[in-house]
């Protein structure tokens, strides 16, 4: 019995050893047999990039880094290049990962990950480093501009990689420009332009360029709002919608320009105002106390700046104190000036109409009496001559009640 147990024991110790060899041997034939695994890195310029090399089995090689200009920076735990932006991170026979901070463009290429079998086995990373763009500057515009000017936009931002995309924006609304884009060593510098021609609607406009790029959680923007100088335009607006006598009336000149007009000029009639006492200017009102009939007229005012001049005109008709009103404003069609030919027409027509009337009248009135008298005289119109016309009138005579004719 002892010397079976004996025996066991002795089996059960061979066969560890023999397991044992085997597995040294597939470790050693994996190690040979296998390649370094590696990841492609992308970062953004001025930031840090890991790389990372592994291997699942390895009987005490060495791994190796190096850069794409085939320099070793590190082998095992031993640094090899003295560049004080690379440092180790973790080291062992599985594993090899080293830092480089603070990226710039001149870091991005092919970089190479070396297990030191026989033979040597090696695997690549490709680092990609993102130019972040420079922040955009419009350039191209002068203040202020002058209405009918023909302008040119150009926002410029360099540094990108890849090239940066460029949006304008007209307010809220984008607007179309042309790109330009242009290779500065491993960066690019794009340039977008609008060019356009300038009126008052553009006058405090904010048009906006907008820089987005894969580097930029947020776009870059830069804005540059319009001064565009125009001439003036005036419009009268009132306080009164019926004007009536012993009331007061409120113009005032609004005057849309830019600059602004200093100074409002008010006239009534293509002259002066005749009554200072009671039309009071100041600044762009005009105020007439106490209203009535004599100030009826056309009301002007008129404004000018470098850029050139204009007018407006108000038409007040001043109504009795009694009166009840129109549905609408009187003097608001006055603005445009009465319709002087319309009610000439009408005028024309109805004293057109009422003469021929008359005159059809008269003519029917006049036939109608011209034949009663021939029928009269009918007897007459046979005689040979004078001295029996006579005896037939006297002949008829007798029968003229039968021939009179009454008009009720």
């Known amino acids: 019995m002892m010397v079976k147990q004996h025996l066991i024991f002795i089996l059960y110790g061979l066969c560890a050893d023999v397991l044992k060899v085997a597995e040294m041997k597939n470790r050693a034939k994996g190690s040979q047999g296998q ?35 085939q320099q070793t920076l590190f082998f095992g735990d031993k640094k090899a290049l003295r560049d004080h932006r690379i440092e180790l991170v973790r080291a062992s026979w599985q594993e090899l990962t080293i830092r480089i901070s603070d990226v710039s463009l001149s870091d991005e290429g092919q970089y190479t990950c070396s297990l030191f079998t026989m033979p040597v086995k090696t695997t690549k990373a490709f680092l990609t480093v993102l130019g972040v763009p420079g922040r955009p500057e419009i350039t191209g515009f002068t203040k202020p501009a002058m209405e009918r000017d023909v302008i040119t936009l150009t926002c ?69 709002v319009l001064e565009v100088h125009y001439a003036p335009h005036l419009e009268i607006t009132h306080s009164l919608i019926i004007p009536q006598e012993g009331q007061y009336l409120k113009l005032e000149c609004v005057s849309i320009g830019n600059p602004i007009p200093e100074s409002v000029l ?94 059809v009248l008269g003519r029917y009135l006049a036939r109608h009496k011209g034949t009663y008298l021939t029928h009269e005289a009918k007897g007459a119109e046979d005689a040979p001559d004078a001295d029996t016309a006579i005896i037939n009138a006297e002949g008829n005579h007798v029968h003229a009640e039968e021939k009179k004719e009454y008009f009720i």
């Not at 990841?39 to 990372?52: C, I, W, Y």
């Not at 104190?321 to 009610?343: E, F």
């Open 35 to 69: 390649f370094p695994i590696t990841q492609n890195v992308t970062v953004v310029e001025g930031t840090s990039a890991n790389m990372t090399c592994r291997v699942d089995f390895n009987d005490n090689t060495s791994l190796q880094w190096s850069n794409p200009a």
């Open 156 to 224: 410029t931002t360099s540094g990108s990689k890849p090239a940066a995309n460029i949006r304008w924006f007209r307010n809220d609304k984008e607007v179309q420009g042309m790109t330009l884009v242009n290779a500065t060593g491993k960066s690019f510098t794009v340039k977008s332009s609008l060019q356009f021609k300038v009126d008052q609607r553009d006058d405090g406009v904010a048009y906006t360029c907008s820089v987005e790029h894969v580097a930029l959680s947020n776009p870059y923007m830069t804005t540059e």
């Open 266 to 359: 008010w006239s009534k009639d293509g002259g002066e105002l005749p009554d200072i006492d009671r039309m009071i200017v100041e600044g762009q009102e005009l105020t007439i106390t106490t209203l009535n009939k004599t100030d009826n007229g056309t009301y002007r005012c008129e404004a000018s700046n470098h850029l050139g001049s204009s007018s407006a005109e108000y038409v007040l008709f001043v109504y009795a104190k009694d009166y009840p009103g129109p549905t609408t404003d009187p003097n608001a069609l006055g603005q445009h000036g009465p319709d002087h030919a319309l009610i000439g027409g009408v005028v024309a027509v109805v004293v057109f109409i009422t003469l021929c009337l008359i005159i």
